[in-house]
């Protein structure tokens, strides 16, 4: 994989998803400053950023239930966001991994067998989510919801090599 940043763009994606701090955690919603949930926070970074389009993040897509995770036949949370970001690495949140910032993050929360939560990386291991009750920073090797959980890491700045 190469790792690439076209005239900042990474650095762009990292600055909007700061403009979403303490807006309200609201299961559905998608409107920075009002109310937003996990999902919406990374696909409207991805908007705001020109990495995709509101009908390539939202086009079809049915409204999710606070315990949709629990009955989810497949990993609709990573299908969505493969459309615009290459899969980098799956593991453990660890200092050590090579997290690049503007990676979206997701993690198996809340013993799920399926991914149901995600988050942006602002410089690792420090990354930004939408969880109640607002937007906010969390180390994700020390915060419950992501330290010491599987983790799948995504670039929208990859492109496959070879």
């Known amino acids: 994989m190469i790792y690439y940043d076209l005239g900042g763009r990474r650095a762009a994606l990292v600055e909007i998803a700061k403009t979403f701090v ?56 990573m299908l969505r966001l493969l459309r615009h970001a290459q ?23 809340f013993g799920t067998r399926k991914y149901s939560h995600g988050g942006i990386v602002i410089k690792w291991p420090m990354i930004l989510h939408a969880i109640a009750p607002c937007v906010r920073w969390a180390d994700a090797t020390r915060d419950p919801m992501w330290a010491h959980r599987e983790i799948a890491v995504f670039d929208p700045f990859a492109t496959r090599t070879g």
């Open 22 to 77: 303490g807006t309200p955690y609201v299961l559905g919603a998608r409107v920075k400053g009002a109310g937003i949930d996990c999902a919406s926070f990374l696909g409207q970074c991805l908007i705001e950023s020109g990495l995709a389009t509101a009908e390539s993040v939202y086009g079809g897509l049915e409204v999710y239930h606070q315990d949709w995770h629990l009955h989810a036949p497949d990993e609709r949370y």
């Open 87 to 109: 899969k980098a690495m799956e593991g453990v949140a660890s200092k050590s991994s090579r997290i690049e910032p503007g990676n979206l993050l997701l993690c198996r929360a």
